[in-house]
């Protein structure tokens, strides 16, 4: 489940900022066949290529994996 939450964010997040595969692959140093396995629902990253795609794109971790806004909320309150 949390894959799947995870690919549709990654692609809605990457074509919101016009880019294709290619470049965000580019931008973030994560090979672009990941990012299509990513996408794709094939494969999960590592913590570092999360990190690296998050920052390519500019957004929060929670942003491509909402389950972690949900941690982090609940540590909060």
């Known amino acids: 489940m949390a894959e799947k939450i ?4 990654l692609r809605a997040i990457r074509e ?6 290619h470049e965000l692959a580019t931008v973030s140093n994560v090979n672009r066949s990941q990012i ?4 794709l629902g094939k494969a999960n990253p590592t913590l570092d290529s999360l990190v690296d795609i998050a920052f390519a794109l500019e957004v929060e971790l929670s942003d491509l994996m909402p389950m972690f ?3 982090d909320e609940r ?3």
């Open 75 to 77: 540590a909060a309150g």
């Open 69 to 71: 806004r949900y941690r």
């Open 16 to 21: 919101e900022r016009n880019l294709s595969q």
């Open 36 to 39: 299509a396995k990513f996408e």
């Open 6 to 9: 995870f690919s549709e964010r």
